[in-house]
């Protein structure tokens, strides 16, 4: 059971905006960033948002991020057979004093 | 260009232990934070350990504490996870993922290896 809350799975039309949901609490989205990967099959996890709502140089501007309180949102929009992957948000734990990452989604194109 | 460059992993039976490593080139070693990641087979991202570019902080998840060390060697530009009393639970990929700032803990990844498989089974 993960202590941060993911839908196990999205999806949408090419096109289409998405949005993945990322659920925690006071001790870790409430009080830390959050940031969200993506993973491609059989490939290492990429980083998509930092600090909330940061992308990295070479980050599409199709995907943005947000926090409100203790739960945060990845969106991507115009949607793309190669957005087709898992995504993962992740953030610190004051309470466990370590990192924590949600489930994952699976986000299909279809 | 930055590399970093898992090895160590195998088949290892209940209770046993491994020492996994992690080479890094491209980049100030000693500046970033490192951590270990691992992805058990067909599941989610699972965050392991962390340690601070000097060394002098280091960080575990509660599944591992106790069990598991992390170590670094700036004048080897490696990092290490010992892994002791082994679990069926700890059969994953174990993943090195370099800091993106120098800022610690961190969890914005910015580099990742390409993962060291450990297989824990009698």
């Known amino acids: 059971q993960s202590v941060l809350t993911q839908p196990p799975s999205a999806s949408g039309t090419p096109g289409q905006r998405v949005t993945i949901s990322c659920s925690g609490s006071?001790?870790?989205?409430?009080?830390?960033?959050v940031y969200w990967y993506q993973q491609l099959p059989g490939t290492a996890p990429k980083l998509l948002i930092y600090r909330n709502d940061q992308r990295p140089s070479g980050v599409p501007d199709r995907f943005s991020g947000s926090k409100s309180g203790t739960s945060a949102s990845l969106a991507i929009s115009g949607l793309r057979s190669e957005d087709e992957a898992d995504y993962y948000c992740?953030?610190?734990?004051?309470?466990?004093?370590?990192?924590?990452f949600g489930g994952g989604t699976k986000l299909t194109v279809l | 260009e930055v590399q970093l460059l898992e090895s160590g992993g195998g088949l290892v039976q209940p209770g046993g232990s491994l020492r996994l490593s992690c080479a890094a080139s491209?980049?100030?070693?000693?500046?970033?934070?490192l951590t270990w990641v691992r992805q058990a087979p067909g599941k989610g991202l699972e965050w392991v350990s962390g340690i601070s570019g000097s060394g002098g902080s280091t960080y575990y998840a509660d599944s591992v504490k106790g069990r598991f060390s992390i170590s670094r060697d700036n004048s080897k530009n490696t990092v290490y996870l010992q892994i002791n009393s082994l679990r069926a639970a700890d059969t994953a990929v174990y993943y090195c993922a370099k800091c993106l700032s120098t800022v610690t803990p961190c969890l914005n990844f910015d580099y990742w290896g390409q993962g060291t498989l450990v297989t824990v089974s009698s």
């Open positions: 491209g980049f100030t070693f000693s500046r970033y934070a």
């Open positions: 992740t953030t610190w734990d004051d309470s466990l004093s370590g990192g924590v």
């Open positions: 006071s001790s870790n989205i409430g009080s830390n960033y």
